[in-house]
C-alpha cells in the first residue's frame, strides 16, 4: 500500500495545475501593453499593484489548498489500509456510545484489511480521520504553492 501512495502527489500536482488553468490569474503573463501610465510599465510588461498580487496570492493560497484536500482525499483509503496493517494487534478504542473495548485486529494482507473495513465499518470506515488529517496538511500546501507561484512572478518579472 505504501508505494500507491505515490500517486498522491501526481494527483495534487495535476489537480492544481487544472484549477490554475481555468481560475487563472487576475492578469495575463503576455500583458503587453505599451505606453507609460506614471511608470507602471516596465518595457512592454506591465507592474501589478499590491492589491492584483493580494488577489493572485489568495488564489494561489485556495488552489494549493484545494489540490491537498482532493489528493488526501483521493488517496486516504490507501492510508487507513496501510496505516491499519502496521498498527499493533490489539487496540482499545471508544464504542458509540461510550465505553472502551478491546478490538483485535490481525490481518492476514490487504485484501483480508479491505474485506473487514468494509463488513465493519462500511465505506466510512476508509475515511476515518480523513477531516482531521485535511486540516492539518490544507495549510501547510497552500502556503507552499504561493511561496512557489510568487517566486515565479518574481523571477519572471526580473527577466
Known sequence: PAMMLVSHGGIQFVTY???????????????????????????????????????????????????????????????????????????????????YQVVHREYTGVVDCVRRIWIREGVFGFFKGCLSNAVRVAPSAAITFVVYESTMDLLDENR
Not at 487544472?18 to 490569474?25: A, C, E, P, R
Not at 506591465?46 to 493572485?56: F, I
Not at 494549493?64 to 499493533?88: D, E, F, N, W
Request: glycine residues 8%.
Open 17 to 99: 495545475e487544472f484549477l490554475k488553468q481555468n481560475i487563472g490569474h487576475s492578469y495575463t503573463k503576455s500583458d503587453t501593453s505599451v505606453g507609460t501610465d506614471g511608470g507602471n510599465h516596465v518595457g512592454n510588461k506591465r507592474k501589478r499593484s499590491v492589491l492584483e498580487r493580494l488577489e493572485d496570492s489568495f488564489r494561489y493560497l485556495s488552489m494549493g489548498a484545494v489540490s491537498k484536500l482532493v489528493a488526501s482525499t483521493t488517496t486516504y483509503p490507501i492510508q487507513v489500509i496501510k496505516s491499519r496493517l502496521q498498527q499493533r494487534s490489539q487496540n482499545l478504542e471508544i464504542t458509540a456510545d461510550g465505553r
